[in-house]
């Protein structure tokens, strides 16, 4: 099979085996049998659909190359287009999407060529290795993995897309017509797809993985992309439309169906006994911080492995520390992206009563920080930096302005040897704060881009309990759901919920799943993010007292600015298949109102 010894050629490039295998053939000349009868050369064909496959970062390949998932500004871009933060630096075509510019031509969160790309190996693999003649039980286990990354490209497309076309052979050059020009499928029928497959091979992959397999799936990963997947489609189901025949949304009788499998699914990784809640250090603080820090932990169920080794010179680091971390990180600038005052006022006190301020008696008086944020789910510390958070053995410093003592406000300079602006004004238009999630603050500055190390968390404990949760509540079972919730929140160091309801769920998923790439998607299946994101946000501005000390607050409203407002439409409930698409496929219906 020709198109297979070409992808396996310019694999090559990229890897190498243990035992020699490319000083005993010649590049040029390496069989298609050769590549299916030795394990070494499989294992290496499929480490590249690995690194073809976005199930290993965070979801957001915005302009759909490989690399740019790891090591651009689209690595946290899915962050940026919802409510949980604004765009402080980087602009990218993109990013406009926020403001409800996007159009039949595309251009946000793309899944499609590269995945079909990956798809199509993944097909060869799954039709090949079956056959090859190599021992059963690995023939068994790396046929399930290829299954598993070839349904999470289908659930990544179908979340985006709805209905796109099921491929699941290899289509030839000579095929007819319609194999090549494919119909899109159902939504429904993508979504039931990634959920059989993950039936069929849940029991082929290991119950764990030892140190050398960590980063490959296991069966509990297959059933955390079911039970993710089937919350997804019972969500669409309930609070979605269908049209286009199917095409998009999944008629409302269905819900139950799929949330009683997420439930399922979810119950069977918490019996298992395999995962826990990360719960090391009394400090609850430390305690959240470390669950993003330290590898391996147990509650990660699927994780991207990370090295600091700068991708642009070819080596498995990545760009988070580089674009979150204060600055003078990323050419002095950092902190790309600024949470909003709204998201920080999300993150309750620890005995549950709620995190928002009053907006109007902040702006009374003088302040300090421990008195702005006293008491605070420890959560929000570990997830949001902002005015004289500890960082690498100083504080971080976002004050603009400084009272003299005749109460005017200098905005230059500085007065009496102390600068008018903190380190982090270099934007007069940032938020007042940032994201501290999965930052490794033993990190120096960083001017090379992708060279952090920690390890992404695709699947973790945490959000399985959630996912029982929310399936949970809406199956009626109201006492599990509410049980699952207050494991989240006792880790947390937060007071329990004594009852429990959709929007305590939903709250709840907000904050603890903070800037981790689920809030888009969450929103979407809700149906919720016209409403709930298509508004003005606020950030928070800290004017330094030279007496005292303390700050004078301001609330800075529309933050993103003034000339345009943050918008999301019902058509954006599904990206476009865009013109270039249909255009090449005609028979690719598009998306509803492109």
């Not at 189901?237 to 409302?252: E, H, N, R, S, Y």
């Not at 004050?399 to 500085?414: C, E, N």
Request: with cysteine.
């Amino acid at each position: 099979m020709r198109s297979t010894i070409i992808f396996f050629i310019s694999i090559l490039i990229f890897t190498s085996c243990k035992r020699g295998v490319l000083d005993k053939v010649p590049l040029n000349i390496i069989s298609d049998n050769t590549v299916w009868s030795d394990p070494a050369l499989v294992d290496a064909y499929l480490t590249q659909v690995y690194a073809q496959t976005y199930v290993l970062t965070n979801e957001t390949p915005g302009n759909g190359t490989w690399v740019d998932g790891d090591n651009s500004e689209e690595a946290v871009l899915v962050n940026e287009v919802t409510d949980e933060c604004k765009l402080n630096w980087w602009v990218v075509a993109a990013y406009n999407c926020k403001f409800g510019n996007l159009t039949i031509a595309g251009g946000l969160l793309e899944w499609w060529e590269n995945s079909y790309t990956a798809i199509r190996a993944l097909n060869i693999f799954i039709q090949r290795v079956p056959l090859a003649p190599v021992d059963d039980a690995f023939r068994k286990e790396r046929t399930a993995e290829a299954r598993f990354l070839r349904a999470f490209n289908y659930f990544s497309m179908v979340k985006r897309y709805g209905g796109v076309p099921l491929i699941t052979q290899a289509q030839a050059i000579d095929a007819p017509k319609d194999s090549l020009y494919p119909k899109r499928n159902t939504e429904k029928e993508v979504y039931d797809f990634v959920l059989s497959e993950m039936d069929a091979i849940a029991n082929d992959l290991p119950e764990t993985n030892t140190a050398a397999d960590y980063g490959r799936p296991t069966k509990y990963t297959a059933l955390a992309l079911k039970c993710r997947a089937a919350l997804y489609a019972g969500s669409i189901a309930q609070f979605g439309t269908v049209k286009l025949d199917g095409l998009v949304g999944i008629d409302g009788s269905a819900s139950s169906a799929y949330y009683q499998l997420a439930y399922d699914a979810a119950a069977t990784i918490m019996n298992s006994g395999n995962y826990t809640l990360y719960n090391k250090s009394a400090d609850k603080v430390q305690n959240f911080r470390n669950l993003f820090l330290e590898k391996n932990n147990s509650e990660v169920i699927f994780a991207k492995r990370y090295a600091p080794t700068d991708a642009a010179a070819g080596g498995n680091g990545w760009i988070y520390d580089f674009l979150e971390a204060p600055s003078p990180n990323a050419w002095g600038a950092g902190n790309q992206d600024g949470p909003y005052l709204e998201m920080a006022e999300e993150f309750e006190h620890v005995d549950g009563t709620p995190g928002k301020l009053d907006r109007d008696a902040i702006q009374q008086g003088l302040w300090t920080t421990d008195q702005l944020w006293a008491n605070k789910d420890p959560r929000f510390y570990a997830t949001i930096y902002t005015q004289n958070t500890a960082w690498q053995g100083g504080v971080i410093d976002f004050h603009y302005g400084i009272i003299k003592s005749d109460g005017t406000v200098q905005l230059d300079g500085s007065y009496n040897g102390v600068l008018a602006k903190g380190s982090q004004t270099w934007s007069v238009g940032g938020s007042g704060f940032g994201v501290m999630k999965y930052l490794d603050e033993t990190k120096p500055p960083l001017q090379a881009t992708g060279t952090s190390g920690t390890d992404w968390q695709v699947f973790r404990y945490g959000e399985v309990l959630l996912n029982y949760a929310e399936a949970a509540f809406e199956l009626g079972r109201t006492a599990d759901a509410l049980g699952a919730v207050n494991q989240i929140r006792a880790r947390a160091g937060v007071a329990a919920l004594t009852g429990i309801d959709r929007d305590k769920i939903r709250h709840e998923r907000k904050v603890e799943l903070a800037f981790e790439g689920h809030r888009y998607w969450d929103e979407r299946r809700w149906r919720a993010a016209v409403t709930d994101f298509s508004k003005d946000f606020s950030g928070l501005r800290y004017i330094q007292d030279f007496a005292t000390g303390k700050y004078q607050l301001q609330v800075i409203n529309q933050v993103d600015g003034t000339v345009s407002k943050p918008a999301f439409y019902d058509r954006n409930y599904y990206l476009p298949i865009t013109i270039a698409r249909t255009g090449n496929n005609p028979n690719l219906a598009e998306n509803p109102d492109y």
